[in-house]
């Protein structure tokens, strides 16, 4: 919560190779079982094969898959400090932390990591084994975004669009787009949103998203989320249960994944007097698939 020009179809194809290669806490996760059927349906059976994964069952956090952000600003009214040792594996799990602690100008701290120049697939099925934090001003989330954003060109071809001259913007744009895979607000424990930013050939700034109302508090246990993401539609589900879909706005550019909370900002509003800290955004693995080709 960079991008780079349009792919040719020949290196969209190319891509799936590159899909191969590459502290205590006060509350201690319970240990890590077998997910139920229900949760963590078989992406095999449906065309998937596993390309990526990380399951979290070693001492550290693989640091050759990840990078974990230390960062004061963010966008949003966001009230968190990003600090690495909010980011630990215990008992077979990822947890990410946010505390009410101070530090610099901030007061909570809580934790981002992210697969920026480790991996950054174009296409696949991405799956996240999760329970999330809850109360007022929490604000977890999973997400895409683009490896190869171009800023300077689309400040650039905005100008141009701002100005009437869209001719001028070239075939191979570096427009903006987001997925985010997942996103809840730790007032609202039994809704989720799943969204696609994208901005058109135009210039015209967009979004699709679905909202899924549950019969469960997403913080009481473990549910599976996951994005099927395709040359022609986007799949949000959770729990195999689909959340929403799309044909339009799809980029065909890599992207790597963020995993975070942050505490506080314009859409979930601030922690109050309800909020209980710490709160805990835990991990019990991230796997992507992906098709054995597509053309």
């Not at 697969?115 to 809850?134: H, L, N, S």
């Not at 689309?154 to 570096?174: C, D, F, H, K, W």
């Amino acid at each position: 919560m960079k991008f780079r020009p349009t792919l040719s179809i020949a290196a969209m194809l190319a891509v799936p190779a590159a899909f191969l290669v590459a502290q205590s806490a006060k509350s201690a996760p319970s240990a890590k079982s077998a997910p139920s059927a229900a949760s963590a349906p078989s992406a095999a059976t449906n065309g998937w094969k596993l390309v990526w994964q990380d399951e979290f069952n070693g001492k550290a956090l693989d640091t050759t898959k990840w990078n974990v952000l230390l960062r004061e600003q963010s966008k949003h009214d966001e009230m968190q400090f990003y600090l690495p040792d909010e980011v630990y594996l215990e008992q077979g799990q990822l947890r990410i932390r946010s505390r009410e602690r101070a530090f610099g100008s901030m007061k909570y701290t809580s934790g981002r990591l992210d697969t920026r120049g480790k991996f950054a697939p174009i296409y696949g099925r991405f799956e996240i084994r999760a329970k999330m934090p809850v109360g007022k001003g929490l604000w977890p989330a999973h997400w895409l975004y683009p490896a190869n954003r171009n800023w300077l060109m689309e400040y650039t071809m905005s100008q141009a669009v701002t100005n009437g001259l869209e001719r001028l913007i070239p075939e191979e744009r570096p427009w903006y787009s987001e997925i985010d895979i997942m996103e809840y607000l730790g007032h609202e424990p039994n809704i989720l949103y799943g969204t696609l930013h994208y901005t058109t050939f135009k210039g015209e700034k967009k979004s699709t998203s679905g909202k899924w109302t549950g019969d469960v508090d997403y913080s009481k246990d473990f549910h599976l989320y996951a994005l099927e993401w395709e040359p022609d539609s986007i799949r949000w589900y959770i729990d195999g249960h689909l959340i929403h879909a799309t044909t339009t706005g799809i980029p065909h550019a890599p992207h790597y994944l963020i995993l975070n909370t942050a505490v506080g900002g314009s859409w979930p509003g601030n922690p109050d007097s309800t909020t209980v800290f710490p709160q805990y955004h835990d991990i019990d693995y991230v796997r992507v698939y992906r098709r054995a080709k597509y053309f």
